[in-house]
């Protein structure tokens, strides 16, 4: 199944909101139970997809060295030098420090790891930088970054059409959680917002 434009448009979609409101016949915050909606905890976010796409391809493909000809090169043209980040092999702690008196040179705080050699991952470098290098890498990588993209969107549009994380409300409460609020626990009947602990009318 591909990702749909509107999930909540599809027959499937409708057929499973009746079925999940047969069993969750009632509003989850004041307890309601009409006008029911279906509110999904969590929506597809595509600059978000892309980057952790991006961050899992290029994470491994330039783990402990590899393709580093690939980032000298586009150094080499841009004019760049490179920063690595000496890392755990064990847990990947990263800014690992050598030291000078003892041996093994390198000690992990946080697993315990000794080792002449760290791992060595792209290290942290002006963000200017990184936008040319990010740039020349995905002329070549989009496609790959792609694919990583497309399986990660499928499997979040089927979390979607599974209804594991939603929230029944009635449409009152659907309404005061789109404007970001949550119903008040004294009352249960007003709303505010997260950061108070009961609505203006109870509290005063
Ligand atoms: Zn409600
Ligand atoms: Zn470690
Ligand atoms: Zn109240």
Redesign the pocket.
């Known amino acids: 199944m591909s990702w749909t434009r509107k999930p909540w448009t599809t027959k499937e979609w409708k057929k499973r909101r009746e079925e999940l409101l047969k069993t969750n016949n009632k ?1 989850e ?4 139970t009409e006008y029911l909606t279906i509110d999904h905890l969590h929506n597809f976010d595509a600059l978000g997809t892309w980057n952790m796409a991006s961050g899992r391809f290029f994470g491994s493909y330039f783990v402990n060295g590899k393709h580093q000809e690939e980032l000298d090169q586009i150094r080499k043209e841009e004019g760049i030098i490179p920063k690595f980040t000496d890392r755990c092999w064990k847990c990947g702690k990263s800014g690992l420090i050598k030291r000078k008196q003892k041996k093994p040179p390198f000690r992990c705080s946080k697993c315990g790891w000794e080792g002449e050699k760290t791992s060595k991952t792209l290290g942290k470098m002006k963000y200017r930088f990184k936008g040319i290098i990010m740039k020349s890498l995905l002329k070549v990588h989009k496609p790959k970054i792609n694919l990583i993209y497309e399986s990660m969107k499928k499997s979040q549009n089927e979390t979607y059409m599974k209804f594991e994380e939603v929230l029944v ?2 449409r ?2 659907a309404y005061a959680r789109l404007k970001g609020n949550v ?1 008040c626990k004294v009352c249960e009947s007003n709303y505010h917002k997260p950061k108070f602990e009961m609505c203006w009318g109870c509290f005063s």
């Open positions: 509003c915050w004041c307890g309601s409300l009635c009152r409460c119903l």
